[in-house]
């Protein structure tokens, strides 16, 4: 299973190499020109070929993509120039910053990076040797600038050559984007209690003591050991206190991955840590006490002696671990289409993913992978995608991020609640991450949540009890 995804990521990493269109060129005179309502390009096309088709010329984005081609491959490039102005909202440029290695602080309050000017605009540079990508935020035009270059050698002299015939014709607006992260109001809420039938559910927010932004809305985990809470935030395992409704940093656990998507305690206070196809690792007293090869993504029942191997198949393994070792045993799910998550409590595994007819629902297994029973919504039909499952003796609890619900059923598995997040957590629009089981029996859950001003997506912290 592992060897099939390797190669199919293999054959993707393959493809991107390929021209972005394999029609057949303009005739080369030397010279050309491409204008845009928002830049023009004079450039050499005995150099660069360049696809009419391709470009994308609207009046609130334009984007060319031009291209040297092999020569020992023509199916092939040396380099690609993709130029884009976009007029938008400053997010993906904000997460671009991030994610290219810039402080926004330091970007936006001390100007603290050189820039280059190009076309008439001044632009950061990000250089790897295989990427080469100038971009900056215009913000009185509201425009958002990115020429990007994937390159086998980005110090070609053929690059500079391009960008001398490049013009950026944006025009100030009087734009003024929101606030930073820093400006914004972070994201706060009272809690709320829901009558259900019989049932009162409750939750709390918890705050933290210093706000989580994020950029990325659904690789975070949570996990506890009595009042200790492990957030993993993008690769960082973050350790907390939690005392009274809320959660105070202690401090950041090094790991040898900065990729680790999941994180879980069994019982006996182990942490493990898996995800992103590294090497599961198991921390004892916040020190990696054990690593295991060739385990996909592991959701581990709380005795800590054995867990589930999984992907996206229903072809999964059954782990059973001794101290540095494990064996494996196969655990084929075969009600199940496709998988989306799974996870492992006391007597069940739940296995989230999709029927025959591509519906969403809640395969609960017993510890031995025999179907006890199949959860669907109130019409038995799909849900949207569960992300964490538990049972209480009232029954079954779920949380559903793409529908934004907390749904309930019986013992039985019969339907009989959806609980809107707005309702329960007072957050609009929010991702449900992960949850994980406390010591008093309640739930621990993390959502990424849009702030109402729209200057950060927040990491936000709530206990669900009452199901």
Known sequence: MKKCFAIILALVMLLSLVACNSGTDKPSSGSADIETSMFTLSYDDSVWNYYEEDTQNEEDYCRVCLQIPDPEDPDYYLINADISVSLEEPYDFREDLVYYGFDQYE?????????????????????????????????????????????????????????????????????????????????????????????????????????????????????????????????????????????????????????????????????????????????????????????????MHPSGKWGVDYFTTNECEKITFNGSTYTSTEMV????????????????????????????KVFVYDTDGKLQKTLSDAEGESLGSITFMAQSDNGYIGFDGNMRTVNLWDNDGKFVAEIDADELFGASYPWFCNSALLSDGSIITIITEDRADKSATELVVFTVEGF
């Open 107 to 299: 970007y936006a309050e001390n100007s603290s990076y050189e820039t280059t000017p190009i076309g008439g605009v001044d632009l950061l540079k990000y250089d790897d040797g295989d990427t080469l990508l100038y971009f900056n935020r215009i913000e009185n035009a509201g425009a958002t600038i990115s020429i990007d270059f994937d390159a086998q050698d980005t110090a070609d002299s053929r690059i500079e050559e391009l960008l001398k015939g490049l013009i950026i014709k944006v025009e100030d607006t009087g734009n003024e984007d929101g606030p930073w992260e820093w400006e914004g109001t972070p994201f706060s809420a009272s809690g709320a209690s829901i009558q259900t039938g019989s049932l009162t559910i409750d939750s709390k927010w918890i705050e933290l003591d210093e706000y989580i932004s994020t950029f990325e809305t659904f690789d975070h985990s949570v996990a506890a050991v009595d009042d200790t809470v492990y957030l993993l935030v993008e690769g960082e395992l973050r350790k907390y206190t939690l005392s009274d409704n809320k959660l105070t940093f202690v401090d950041t656990i090094e790991l040898p991955e900065d990729d680790y998507t999941s994180v879980e305690a069994t019982d006996d206070g182990v942490l493990w840590l898996s995800g992103s196809m590294n090497d599961i690792i198991c921390l004892k007293d916040e020190a990696v006490s054990a690593t295991h090869e060739d385990i996909y993504d592991l959701a």
């Open 333 to 360: 799910f075969s009600d199940v289409e496709s998988i989306m998550h799974l996870n492992v409590d006391e007597n069940n595994i739940y296995v989230c993913g999709t029927d025959a007819d591509s519906n969403h």
